[in-house]
């Protein structure tokens, strides 16, 4: 699925949530009863906690059971699912160790020279390295974004204002770009569109 269509499915959700906020006396459909599991439930509280004493509970010693209770509505399943398509459309490699050792446990290869080294002893041969076996493996794809000119392309990850969105195409994001700068009365120049790597 492009970029483009999980913009649209997220613009669709939306108004869909819209709908759900005018009537929120609606009770958890029977279709989510044995849906998620326990890990995936848990989830959704901690992103929907609306509730201070909710939040002070240990939501993890509950039983799925009351943890379907606790959530109440669909309403709060449909909101998660937004947040979690969005994330998604921007989510790229973090490089923590954590994440590194999953990939290669994942693909059974412990024994890569990368599932030892630090990451933070990295340098650019084994950054590449990591981003072709990512790919190789379908879990990163090539995307465009837009940054402010003053980001440099060694620096587009590390950024603390990530972009809002990410497109699949070069074509996209200057379309993108000329928008911008008409609304903002910016100049092009102001701006930069980067290539990154997305988590698919």
């Given at each position: ?20 906020l ?44 009351q943890l ?12 998660f ?14 490089m ?105």
């Amino acid at each position: 699925m492009t970029i483009k269509q999980r913009k649209l499915i997220v613009h669709f959700l939306k108004q869909l949530e819209k709908e759900f906020l005018k009537n929120r006396n609606q009770k958890l459909s029977v279709f989510f009863t044995h849906f998620f599991n326990r890990e995936e439930l848990i989830e959704i509280l901690e992103h929907s906690c609306f509730d201070q004493d909710l939040k002070q509970q240990n939501i993890k010693t509950l039983e799925n059971e009351q943890l379907l209770e606790l959530i109440g509505e669909d309403y709060f399943i449909l909101s998660f699912l937004i947040h979690k398509i969005e994330s998604e459309i921007t989510s790229v490699p973090k490089m923590t160790k954590e994440e590194v050792n999953n990939f290669f446990d994942k693909i059974l290869f412990s024994a890569h020279y990368l599932r030892d080294k630090p990451v933070e002893e990295w340098d650019e041969y084994d950054v590449s390295n990591y981003y072709s076996l990512l790919f190789k493996h379908g879990k990163t794809k090539r995307v465009f974004a837009i940054f402010t000119a003053d980001v440099k392309d060694e620096d587009k990850y590390a950024v603390t204002t990530k972009p809002s969105f990410f497109f699949d195409t070069k074509e996209e994001a200057e379309e993108e770009l000329e928008r911008v700068c008409i609304e903002t009365k910016r100049s092009q120049s102001d701006f930069v569109i980067h290539t990154l790597w997305k988590i698919t």
